[in-house]
């Protein structure tokens, strides 16, 4: 009888409670911040973070997961019982962290041949972050509560990422200017002409998908380009960070829109809030033409 374990890391931004109800193991991430080292979801929750960005002008530097680190894990879960481990990590364009699972996958097998055929280990790139697979991750740990199998979840979260958009908008350029995601001279241009860019992120690529002058057109941008790219009457999830008032700004406007209300919040944390600062609002959704 299989015992599945499905894994995930910070940059998922799963509620505390589904990650103990459902029983999701969440790797942390590494943050350095000034000369300090902090572990993320355990040294501070994600209001916790923001407060710390604040008190630094620096970036923080967020570590991958290492190999080694990997190797222990995979022979910690074999330990356990575990005959299949599911681990779904962030957009491995973005993070070597999957790339490490993956070769760690490798070198536990040459080292541990005992376990040959009896651990299965699916490693799925999250290509995205935050409820690009947040959401597939917790579906996939409701359905192994069901009693499904770990390749129809494998397959059932494989295909979700793929069919999955996130629109988000930040409301200043000072920290993707500062971690060099765009030129500083360009963010520094950006936020004195009150520019806003809406980031698009699916199939391993964040673009810039539009830009509104001025905070007040923001939202209402955000919500005319995910509803025109959703498909219809699927789920939709919140993307926010220190803006309270924006995420019910955005509720508010989608469930005018199309008559109901997010499936779920997400709050960003280290690996996104480092990049695009901590006052971001953004929706994810399932695209048009998938099969949800």
């Not at 993956?102 to 299965?120: R, T």
Request: proline share 4%; aromatic share 10%; with cysteine.
């Amino acid at each position: 009888m299989e015992k599945i374990r499905i894994i995930t890391d910070s940059a998922s931004d799963i509620t505390d409670e589904n990650e103990k109800d459902l029983d999701i193991r969440v790797l942390p991430f590494q943050i350095a911040l000034g000369d300090s080292s902090y572990t993320s979801r355990l040294d501070f929750d994600n209001d916790g973070f923001y407060e710390l960005m604040a008190q630094y002008d620096e970036i923080p530097k967020t570590s991958q997961i290492t190999p080694f680190e990997f190797q222990e894990l995979y022979l910690k879960e074999a330990e356990a019982g575990y005959t299949d481990i599911i681990l779904v990590l962030i957009n491995s364009h973005g993070s070597s962290t999957f790339g490490n699972s993956v070769m760690a996958k490798e070198a536990f097998f040459d080292e541990h041949p005992e376990y040959e055929g009896k651990l299965h280990i699916y490693n799925i790139d999250g290509k995205g972050y935050s409820a690009i697979y947040g959401v597939p991750v917790v579906d996939g740990a409701r359905m192994i509560k069901e009693g499904k199998s770990a390749k129809e979840v494998d397959a059932y979260i494989r295909n979700a990422i793929d069919n999955r958009r996130i629109y988000f908008g930040m409301y200043t350029l000072k920290y993707a200017g500062k971690s060099g995601r765009i030129p500083s001279a360009a963010a520094f241009v950006g936020d004195r002409l009150n520019l806003k860019p809406i980031m698009k992120i699916c199939d391993n690529e964040i673009t810039t998908g539009a830009k509104v002058r001025g905070e007040g057109k923001l939202i209402p941008k955000i919500v005319d380009m995910s509803i025109a790219d959703m498909k219809p009457g699927t789920p939709y999830e919140v993307i926010y960070g220190n803006d309270l008032n924006a995420k019910e700004e955005i509720e508010a406007l989608m469930k005018e829109r199309v008559g109901y209300g997010p499936a779920g919040y997400y709050q960003i944390g280290a690996a996104i809030a480092a990049n695009a600062g901590p006052r971001t609002v953004g929706l994810s959704f399932y695209i048009k033409g998938s099969d949800k």
